[in-house]
């Protein structure tokens, strides 16, 4: 029997696709053809943001719908790759004792067919909007869009030739000394998960905040161990963790990699969240060229398989387009 094909829609198609009022052909399309529609936490979030509260309802109410398969959120899939490698590599970073009660109640949330956070987005999305606090906030894209310049320097002084280097040669060196860095060039992924999981650890050890990955990791994951020995955290990402363990670590890193080259705006941290979801799918559809560029070259490049690009494009004729891709018969 037929695998069916996994397709995941860029925020701009869902869109789209209300604009014009396709709803039903493609639930039809979709269902006839063998097509699995799958849908990333990040669209919901992305789609939340929206200014015209008519418009993110129909989306929303068209996201939401049973019918596709709802993925588990981003920072869940990267937390669990994440501590399949400290058990390898660092088992007294892990609590003696775990506390799972959140962790179990987060992930049934996720996982519920209803009456988790897919059914409370359909049912009130401006509720939803409110329970998650800053998620719509302009200090919150604030943020996101510092983190995206600060992934920018570990590229400075690359000229823009060079940004057609392979994926797998890119290498570049920390701003500062390190305890445990080697004084060498250093894959790209490995100094921004590193940059990335420092902040994660410091924010929860001297400040108390939480954040999403913090809810998935903290109930095994132990702050305080993590950073005692900081040469030894720096070894664990910058030489010891596996890529193949941390696939969406990699494809974080090239997508930030790739978007150095480009503009920073709001939709940059959405892409970069995007990318990690490519593992999950067969195809993404998007009117964004260079979002399905990033996307080929790490299909290309990368050192595992993911879904492939297929672009569209925008308003009614992308739909259209669209419509005719969800009806072709798989090779």
């Known amino acids: 029997m037929e695998e069916p094909m996994r397709i995941l829609f860029d925020t701009n198609v869902w869109r789209y696709i209300v604009d014009v009022g396709a709803e039903k052909e493609v639930r039809t399309l979709s269902r006839r053809n063998c097509r699995k529609i799958v849908v990333a936490p990040s669209t919901a979030y992305e789609t939340l943001r929206l200014p015209d509260i008519q418009l993110r309802d129909r989306i929303i109410a068209l996201i939401a719908d049973d019918a596709w398969v709802r993925l588990m959120p981003e920072a869940f899939s990267e937390s669990e790759e994440l501590k399949k490698e400290i058990r390898r590599l660092r088992p007294e970073w892990l609590r003696a ?36 606090g800053l998620l719509g906030d302009q200090e919150t894209l604030e943020r996101a869009r510092n983190e995206a310049y600060e992934s920018r320097k570990f590229t400075s002084g690359v000229s ?144 595992f398989h993911i879904a492939q690009g297929k672009l569209i494009s925008g308003g009614a004729l992308g739909v259209e387009e669209l419509l005719n891709f969800l009806a072709m018969k798989s090779k």
């Open 97 to 132: 004792n775990p506390e799972l009660v959140l962790y179990r109640q987060l992930r049934f949330d996720w996982m519920r067919r209803t009456g988790g956070f897919w059914s409370r987005l359909e049912k009130n999305a401006q509720k939803e909007l409110d329970a998650l």
């Open 160 to 303: 823009q030739r060079e940004a057609h280097v392979g994926l797998n040669k890119i290498f570049g060196r920390p701003m500062t000394l390190l305890p445990g860095w080697r004084g060498d060039d250093v894959e790209f992924w490995r100094l921004s998960s590193r940059r990335v999981f420092q902040h994660v650890f410091e924010e929860a050890l001297f400040y108390g905040t939480s954040s999403a990955y913090l809810d998935w990791l903290g109930g095994e994951v132990d702050a305080i161990s993590v950073l005692a020995d900081p040469a030894s955290f720096s070894r664990f990402w910058l030489y010891e963790a596996n890529i193949q363990t941390l696939p969406r670590f990699w494809l974080r890193g090239a997508f930030e990699f790739l978007q150095s080259f480009h503009k920073v705006t709001d939709g940059t941290p959405c892409d970069s969240q995007l990318a990690t979801y490519l593992l999950e799918a067969d195809f993404i559809v998007s009117a964004d060229k260079n979002f399905v560029r990033f996307v080929n070259r790490c299909r290309d490049e990368g050192p």
